[in-house]
C-alpha cells in the first residue's frame, strides 16, 4: 500500500540548474507534509515542510509547492550545488493519535559541477 | 541544537539473538518512533509512542519486538530473536506533535 510515491528514483541536473523532484501521495486524510534530505549510513535530516492549507512554502534555496486537488507536492531546489546530491525522501502525516510519517521510496539527486 | 542520539552505531548479532537499541529522543518531545531502512528501500514506520504507551504499530511490528521508555529519558527497541531479514538501519525519531519529526543517526544492525 504506497500511499506516498516518488516515481523518479533518480535525478542529475547540472550545477546552478534547478532540480524538480516530485512526490505524489494517495491518502487524503494527509495534512502535513515534508522533504527529508539522506545521505548512506545517517538519518534523514528535514529540509522543508507544508500544511495543506498552503500551496507554497519556501525557505532558501528551496521551495515546496503542494498541489491538493492533484494530490501532488513537488520540491524544488534553485539553484542547484554539487553538495545538494544526496537521496530526498518525501514524507506525509496525518492528524491522528500518532501523527507517524510516511515516506516515500526516495530520489536520488545528482548535481554536476 | 538539541539533537536525537542513538547507540551503539552498528550492532552485530547472531541469527536468534536479542538486541536492544538504545535512542535518546529530544527532551521537550511527546511523540516517539521507530523507523527502520532495508538497505536500497524506502523508510519503513515500525511503532509509534505517545504517552507513555505504544500508539500505533505496523504489520513489521510483530511479537518478537518491543518498546520502552524505562526512565523518562530513554527509549529503546527490543528484538528478541533476530532473524537475517532483520538486518537494516534502525532510526528514531521524536516529535512535538505537528511540525517536523527529528532523526537519529541510526543503528546499523546485522544479523549474521
Known amino acids: 500500500d504506497q500511499q506516498v510515491k516518488q516515481n523518479s528514483p533518480s535525478l542529475s541536473v547540472q550545477e546552478g540548474r534547478i532540480s524538480i523532484l516530485n512526490c505524489d501521495y494517495t491518502n487524503s486524510m494527509f495534512d502535513y507534509f515534508l522533504w527529508y534530505k539522506k545521505y548512506p549510513a545517517e538519518g534523514p535530516t528535514f529540509l522543508i515542510s507544508?500544511?495543506?492549507?498552503?500551496d507554497k512554502n519556501e525557505d532558501g534555496r528551496f521551495t515546496v509547492f503542494l498541489n491538493k486537488s492533484a494530490k501532488h507536492l513537488s520540491l524544488h531546489i534553485v539553484p542547484s550545488q554539487p553538495g545538494d546530491s544526496a537521496v530526498y525522501f518525501c514524507a506525509a502525516s496525518a492528524v491522528d493519535s500518532s501523527y507517524k510519517l510516511i515516506f516515500g521510496s526516495g530520489t536520488r539527486l545528482l548535481v554536476r559541477p | 541544537e538539541p539533537e536525537v542520539t542513538q547507540t551503539p552505531s552498528h550492532q552485530v548479532t547472531q541469527m536468534g539473538q536479542e538486541v536492544i537499541l538504545r535512542c535518546v529522543p529530544i527532551?521537550?518531545?511527546?511523540?516517539f518512533y521507530w523507523y527502520r531502512q532495508i538497505l536500497g528501500q524506502k523508510v519503513e514506520f515500525l511503532v509509534s509512542?505517545?504517552?507513555?504507551?505504544?500508539?500505533?504499530k505496523s504489520e513489521i511490528f510483530d511479537d518478537q519486538f518491543s518498546v520502552e521508555r524505562p526512565d523518562g529519558s530513554n527509549f529503546t527497541l527490543k528484538i528478541r530473536s533476530t532473524k537475517l531479514e532483520d538486518s537494516a538501519m534502525y532510526f528514531c525519531?521524536?516529535?512535538?506533535?505537528?511540525?517536523?519529526?527529528?532523526f537519529g543517526q541510526g543503528t546499523r544492525l546485522t544479523v549474521v
Open positions: 507544508i500544511s495543506s492549507i498552503k
Open positions: 525519531a521524536s516529535r512535538t506533535g505537528y511540525g517536523e519529526a527529528f
Open positions: 527532551s521537550n518531545h511527546l511523540y
Open positions: 509512542f505517545y504517552n507513555n504507551e505504544i500508539s500505533e
